[in-house]
């Protein structure tokens, strides 16, 4: 183990919040979704935890889960020519708004699974 505990539930919060998994108080991400190389406060090696395409695969999931039903319920009631670029409007926006802080959640849950630093 190394001088931080790493405790799963703890690390997801703190990646959530886009913080740093071991301390959470450095930031994860810098412009937008880009992943510090290492923790400004505590100065933990986040150089070697590589999210690839996780965090848009699970963000797409989650947006897709409740906007397609929506969609697919709000065409069958006869939506107004308004409503569903409203909701695809709001899907991008959800999509937008997710994907920082999954990519954190991302980051911490290798963080955390990482026994052997
Ligand atoms: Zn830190």
Known sequence: MGR???R???ALQRGLRGRCAACGKGRLLRNYLTP???CSVCGED???YQA???APYVVTFLVGLVF???ALVLTARG???VTLPVVLLAAVGSAVFLLPPIKGAALALLWALNETN
Do not use: K, V
Request: aromatic share 4%.
């Open 4 to 6: 931080h505990e790493r």
């Open 8 to 10: 799963l539930g703890l």
């Open 36 to 38: 510090n190389a290492s």
């Open 46 to 48: 986040l150089s070697r």
């Open 52 to 54: 690839a395409d996780f």
């Open 68 to 70: 397609t039903p929506l």
């Open 79 to 81: 939506a107004s020519d």
